[in-house]
């Protein structure tokens, strides 16, 4: 439900949408091409991609940003962000991640993913 809710509401406001996009995984010279299904990949109004990983949990653990993280790298996008709709204002349960951030500014976001 939330997935289809937060789609409909991105496209309403112009942006183009793909649920539970297939993510290919490659290991040497074989590929494996239902490796994982990220939740929303979205291109923004300004062209911006943004992959979205959408939980409704108690608690968002380490192995949520994992998650994420391995989407990110795998898929060559540099942004997403973690939801949590298991919170009383829908602001508390947003982490923004960043894939391959220049280590010079790695100290401020904690969520950054380590280089490769």
Do not use: W
């Amino acid at each position: 439900m939330y997935e289809s809710c937060l789609a409909f509401e991105l496209r309403e406001r112009g942006c183009i949408v793909e649920r539970q996009r297939p993510q290919p995984v490659k290991y040497k010279t074989l590929t494996i091409e239902v490796g994982y299904r990220i939740d929303l990949a979205v291109r923004s109004t300004k062209g911006t991609d943004v992959l979205v990983e959408l939980k409704a949990v108690d608690k968002v653990i380490p192995i949520h940003g994992a998650q994420l993280l391995t989407h990110l790298r795998l898929s060559d996008c540099a942004v997403g962000l973690l939801i949590n709709f298991n919170v009383e204002l829908l602001k508390d349960g947003v982490t923004r991640f960043v894939n391959d951030f220049p280590e010079a500014l790695c100290a401020s976001s904690a969520h950054s993913a380590p280089p490769r």
